[in-house]
């Protein structure tokens, strides 16, 4: 009997595990390839530059961006200029930008 109390304090031990690692996960990253669909494509970015948490892109079609979704993934706040985006996105501005340069 004392076994399988070990045993269930171990899987629920283990799930709570889990569901804190996929908590944490979520929250360490945007999906950055959810991102350049909602700017359009690669085939939509011209270039793209950082200023220290922005990410600015500029966009062959700004219309194809879909700034609500970009908002969901975790921007803090989206700028239309022309055909420019500045995209609030804090830290991972740097990574998204390698990601970018790194798949055209």
């Known amino acids: 009997m004392d ?3 070990y045993v269930v304090i171990v899987i629920v031990l283990i799930i709570i595990l889990l569901a804190i690692l ?3 996960k979520k929250d360490a990253g945007l999906d950055f390839n959810k991102l350049v669909e909602f700017l359009g494509g690669k085939e939509n970015i011209i270039s793209t530059e950082i ?3 922005r990410f600015k892109v500029t966009l062959k079609d700004v219309s194809k961006a879909n700034k609500e979704g970009i908002q969901k993934l975790g921007a803090k706040g989206i700028v239309e200029i022309d055909n420019q985006l500045k995209i609030i996105l ?3 501005s740097k990574q998204l930008k390698k990601y970018i340069d790194e798949i055209k």
């Open 51 to 53: 200023n220290v948490s």
């Open 90 to 92: 804090g830290p991972e």
């Open 22 to 24: 996929k908590a944490t």
């Open 3 to 5: 076994f399988l109390k």
